[in-house]
């Protein structure tokens, strides 16, 4: 195998950070995984470990990527457990029930921006840091829908979150320029997880209609993209590279197709809360 590398990822006890740390292991690389409660941790490291090859391991606390003091303890009990951290991904993320202009709650208002851009922001600062201090390593923020600048009504939270952590990590990219830590765009598309679920559980009929239609031509299973996600972030990238599963290429020919042939990734469980 190639030399053995530790990876970080944020929100890591289900969906695609979950399966992003499954494959790792699969590959012979260390994990270190995170969610908000010690079971949580726990429970997924003794259902990834049986994954692991050539001796890898997984390692694991619990964190609230939204306070500071907690991703430090994230960073140093990883280097406790392991040396050094190779790369960092930013993976943890929260959705909300869609919710239209006038109508968005202030606790969703608060938390989505908390974790997905305000977690993502001191999560980044405290990496790069530390891998200055230790020499190089890569940095992975996770973008999702908004990201492009896209707008679906009801979506106007989740999608800023995404849309400014694009802009963050592109001012991000500029300043570290040729540094030894390289920061990266990972693109896994529409993914079929637990925030997707409680997304199209919270529309009309009438929107899910629609919704099943779009994802059953665009969507994929976090077994299908972690996979490919995981080889290439194990691939040594250049700064500001962005690692992209569902290209506009790709999505371009599912359309086309979809006038031929019926995708059948969807099930009925996933429509419902």
Known sequence: MTARVNVVVTGSTRGIGKGLANEILKRGHNV???????QAVDATIAELTPSASDG???????????????????WDTAVVA???????????????????????????INSVQEINLLGMMLATKIALLGMRAQGGGTIFNMEGFG????VTPGMGL???????????????????GDGPVKVCYLSPGIVITDLVKRDMGSTTAKEIERTRRIYS????????????????ILQPQKTGARVAWL???????????????KRSVLKDADFTN
């Not at 390692?59 to 994230?74: F, M, T, Y």
């Not at 290209?247 to 042939?261: D, E, H, N, V």
């Open 82 to 108: 392991f040396g050094r951290i190779d790369i960092w991904i930013n993976n943890a993320g929260i959705s909300h029930p869609r919710q239209r202009a006038g109508e968005m709650r202030e606790q969703d």
């Open 158 to 176: 989740y999608g800023a979150s995404k849309f400014a952590l694009t802009y963050f990590n592109k001012a991000l990219v500029s300043e570290t």
């Open 56 to 74: 890898a391991r997984a390692a694991g606390i619990p964190c609230d990527v939204s306070k500071g003091e907690d991703l430090q303890r994230l």
């Open 217 to 232: 031509i665009l969507a994929d299973r976090v077994e299908t993209v972690t996979p490919w996600l995981a080889d290439r």
């Open 32 to 38: 270190v995984v995170n969610g908000r409660t010690t």
């Open 147 to 150: 990201s492009n600048g896209m």
């Open 247 to 261: 290209t506009r290429g790709k999505a371009g020919r599912r359309f086309f197709m979809s006038l031929f042939r």
